[in-house]
């Protein structure tokens, strides 16, 4: 029996550190609730956006990376991050990104959700679906979206596989999800019970090419466990199914184990603590550079490697 309870975080790769600020913060509205550095190369920053308070399974979180290539979209790689907008408040959406210079078109049915699609301004692909769907989420005050239409958390993913029979085996047998819909190639699976941020979907392509991670391109998908013994009988699981999960890791807000799923996708499963408020008080949050225990000592060169940034003005 799997532990996992849901998306926890997803990483994506993005270009220049301050247009991701402006377009994370300023036009989605969601809260920077830690400025840090990527652990396994501190020159990067590594920028973790979400609700009031840095809930689990709210968190989209980049490495701005401008000097890469543009990443490709193709088997292997999660290719979209769907966000949990209020019901009702696409048409609020769609206005805000058209105004910010996003293209948008109109609004699709997926799932029998509303779901509005566009890329960011680093080619990324998301969506917005609008659900009423219960969330453990908190809006910002301090927002520039009103707390009627923020982002509510991570809704979905979706991953293009080489072998969906493998794949499925392995997030079914591993990690606890069931089959729950199929439409227009797409197979939806839930974890959990199901619902926002407990979805997961799969579509098969054998002909398509490699993807390749690069700037606009999703890096990792992180899922939701409770706690440390949690994550320890889930990474025996993946071990069973040879997927060479990593040793557990202390990435200090939260504990984390990285493999790849057969399809090769990078996964994790991370811990839902101790959370972003271990080394910041909840009111300031993101507000400075904070490094974990081990790289503190090099903050001065770090500090000065990484290109400034100022948070948006409120829009
Ligand atoms: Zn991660």
Redesign the pocket.
């Known amino acids: 029996m799997s532990g996992v309870t849901g998306l ?2 997803v ?1 994506a790769i993005s270009g220049d550190a301050q247009e991701n600020l402006d377009f994370y913060a300023g036009v989605m509205g969601m809260r920077l609730v830690k400025r840090s550095v990527n652990q396994d190369s501190p020159g990067t920053y590594h920028f973790f956006y979400a609700d009031a308070e840095g809930s689990p399974g709210t968190d989209l ?1 980049f490495f701005p990376w401008p000097d890469l290539p543009k990443g490709r979209r193709g088997a292997g790689i999660t290719t979209e991050v769907a966000l949990a907008v209020p019901g009702g408040s696409l048409s609020y959406w769609r206005e805000r990104l058209t105004g910010a210079g996003i293209e948008v078109g109109e609004p699709v049915v997926r799932f029998s959700e509303e779901t509005l699609l566009f890329e960011d301004p680093h080619g990324l692909s998301v969506a917005l679906v609008a659900t009423d769907d219960p969330r453990d989420s908190t809006p910002w005050a301090a927002s520039p979206v009103p707390p009627q239409y923020q982002v509510r958390g991570l809704h979905v993913t979706r991953l293009v596989t080489r072998d969906l029979t493998a794949t499925t085996q392995f997030i079914m047998g591993a990690m606890g999800y069931v089959r729950n819909a199929e439409e227009d190639g797409w197979h939806r699976f839930a974890v959990n019970g199901g619902g926002s941020g407990k979805w997961l979907d799969l579509r098969e392509d054998r002909e398509a090419p490699r993807g390749t991670w690069g700037v606009g391109s999703i890096h ?1 998908v ?1 899922f939701r466990v409770p706690d440390d013994s949690t994550e320890l009988a889930v990474r025996g699981d993946i071990e069973e199914f040879r997927r060479q999960p990593t040793p557990v890791i202390d ?1 200090f807000w939260f504990k ?1 184990v990285y493999f790849k799923e057969p399809g090769g996708a990078l996964f ?1 499963i ?1 811990t839902d603590g101790p959370g972003f408020a271990v080394d910041e008080s909840l009111e300031t949050l993101g507000e400075t550079l904070v490094l974990p225990p081990w790289l503190e000592p090099q903050r001065a060169e770090i500090e000065a490697a990484l290109p400034k940034v100022r948070m948006p003005v409120a829009s």
Do not use: C
């Open positions: 926890h975080h990483t979180t990792h992180a990435r984390s994790e991370a």
